[in-house]
């Protein structure tokens, strides 16, 4: 039986998202409430502004719920997604769901202007990784697992049931990444 993920649907590319999820093996849902969140197994926080998406958040009550979800359930957070899933925000600070022991620098590669497309090394086979007006993680703790780096940096991680990526697997072609998020939703259902 497939996996019934999420994404959340407030602000962002969630669209691209929901198109990766199915292509890779999920149903995907929108998330805009916290009821939506009863329904789903894992969930997706998509790009996009990580202040705009705290502000709806706060303004949808969903902040509490989905604090509470990552508790028990996995959360993939790209880029904005990301910086809402790290314990520790600079650039400035932000209140954050504190889910991953990360500390990430908002915007940190530079400006719109400076988005740009790399490579990474994923499981010894490159992959394309899409950063726009990215973050960069300048901390992991020790119980974060670095799967891949660009320029040095971390920029897909994972801590227990989590999986963070500081740029937009959504707008590439392959699905790797969604594909390893759905293994961990599938492997936290048996659990």
Excluded: W
Excluded at 130 to 141: D, K, L, N, Q, W
């Amino acid at each position: 039986m497939k996996p019934e993920i999420g994404v959340l649907a407030l602000q962002g590319d969630f669209e691209a998202h929901r198109k990766a999820l199915e292509r890779a093996g999920a149903h995907a849902k929108e998330v805009r409430s916290a009821a939506d969140l009863e329904s789903i197994d894992g969930l997706i926080l998509p790009g996009g502004e990580s202040t705009t998406m705290l502000k709806l958040l706060n303004i949808e009550n969903l902040f509490d719920p989905l604090l509470e979800f990552g508790k028990n359930k996995p959360i993939f957070g790209t880029c904005a997604g990301a910086i809402l899933l790290a314990s520790e925000v600079l650039n400035p600070a932000q209140k954050s769901l504190a889910l991953m022991d990360l500390t990430v620098e908002r915007n940190a590669y530079g400006r719109q202007i400076d988005s740009r497309i790399g490579s990474i090394d994923l499981d010894g086979r490159s992959a394309e990784a899409v950063f726009i007006r990215a973050p960069v993680i300048r901390r992991t703790g020790p119980q974060v697992k670095v799967l891949a780096r660009y320029l040095d940096a971390p920029v897909l991680v994972e801590q227990g049931r989590h999986l963070a990526a500081t740029f937009h697997p959504e707008l590439s072609a392959g699905d790797r990444i969604h594909r390893h998020f759905i293994e961990k939703v599938i492997a936290g259902r048996r659990s």
